[in-house]
């Protein structure tokens, strides 16, 4: 064994350049299988931080010959108000917002969710203090300017304060309400991406300003990220037969 370490050594001395780019790819090699094993644990092997993680299901649309992507918001509706198989169907978009405590705070950009109103309620997410959204704080466009904040940002901005829920903060330059604090143990949909906001999705409009693009009223735009969790005594296969049922009347409905 010796003899043959010896000889490695000496070729590699002598072969410095071809010693580089075998060390390097073995590197190189190691480190994508690290990352695929990673992205793998993430999104398959590790469920999400909610009770009975393996009732929820993701639900993508897909146009024909394209790859499956999201939903846009009136599919998304659709969907909802036909679907039998699913205890209930929630989406979300991801968003930077800027956020201030208060007004003599320079805003900081935070990374958050735009969500519908029973985000918390299809996950089985109980507020550590407050409450979730309402199904009306997702009906009147800029309306409801309440949000729930993540533990980790109750923590760091406001000291674990219960005084936090009913407090005004500032989100893009628009006064919202604190109604409720995530807990700890939920820290998301996305290993990836852990956000410090929520904030109900009729807010978009306000968010973005009178004169941005209204998404929400775009069939075509598939920009939202869907999940349902099955009623008891569902199945995945039955839930996804009956979501292609659903796709096909959509279909024929706006076959544009």
């Keep these: 064994m010796f003899s043959?370490?010896?000889?490695?050594?000496?070729?590699?001395?002598?072969?410095?350049?071809?010693?580089?780019?075998?060390?390097?790819?073995?590197?190189?090699?190691?480190?994508a299988n690290a990352f695929m094993f990673s992205l793998a644990d993430a999104l398959v092997l590790r469920p999400l931080p909610v009770?009975?993680?393996?009732?929820?299901?993701?639900?993508?649309?897909?146009?024909?010959g394209q790859t499956p992507s999201g939903m846009s918001y009136p599919d998304f509706t659709?969907?909802?108000?036909?679907?039998?198989?699913?205890?209930?169907?929630?989406?979300?978009?991801?968003?930077?917002?800027?956020?201030?405590?208060?007004?003599?705070?320079?805003?900081e950009m935070k990374a958050g969710l735009?969500?519908?109103?029973?985000?918390?309620?299809?996950?089985?997410?109980?507020?550590?203090?407050?409450?979730?959204?309402?199904p009306d704080e997702e009906s009147i466009p800029g309306r409801d300017a309440v949000a729930v904040i993540s533990h980790e940002l109750w923590r760091s901005e406001f000291g674990s304060s219960a005084?936090?829920?009913?407090?005004?903060?500032l989100v893009n330059g628009i006064e919202f309400r604190v109604i409720g604090v995530a807990?700890?143990?939920f820290t998301?949909?996305?290993?990836?991406?852990?956000?410090?906001?929520?904030?109900?999705?009729?807010?978009?409009?306000?968010?973005?300003?009178?004169?941005?693009?209204?998404?929400?009223?775009?069939?075509?735009?598939r920009r939202l990220m869907v999940k349902g969790r099955l009623k008891d005594g569902v199945s995945a296969?039955?839930?996804g037969a009956e979501a292609r049922v659903i796709a096909r009347a959509l279909e024929q409905s706006y076959p544009a």
């Design 237 to 239: 296969d039955t839930a």
């Design 78 to 107: 659709d969907f909802r108000a036909r679907s039998q198989g699913f205890e209930g169907v929630a989406a979300w978009e991801l968003s930077q917002f800027g956020f201030a405590p208060n007004k003599q705070v320079q805003p």
């Design 188 to 221: 998301g949909v996305d290993q990836f991406f852990r956000p410090t906001l929520y904030i109900p999705l009729m807010m978009t409009t306000r968010l973005e300003g009178a004169s941005a693009y209204n998404w929400l009223a775009n069939r075509e735009d």
């Design 163 to 169: 005084g936090v829920i009913g407090r005004s903060i």
């Design 114 to 134: 735009l969500v519908s109103g029973n985000f918390f309620e299809v996950l089985h997410v109980t507020p550590q203090l407050g409450r979730g959204f309402r």
């Design 4 to 31: 043959d370490l010896r000889y490695a050594f000496r070729t590699i001395r002598h072969h410095r350049s071809f010693a580089l780019v075998a060390i390097l790819s073995i590197a190189l090699g190691i480190g």
């Design 51 to 64: 009770p009975r993680a393996s009732r929820v299901m993701n639900l993508r649309s897909q146009l024909r």
């Design 183 to 185: 807990p700890e143990s």
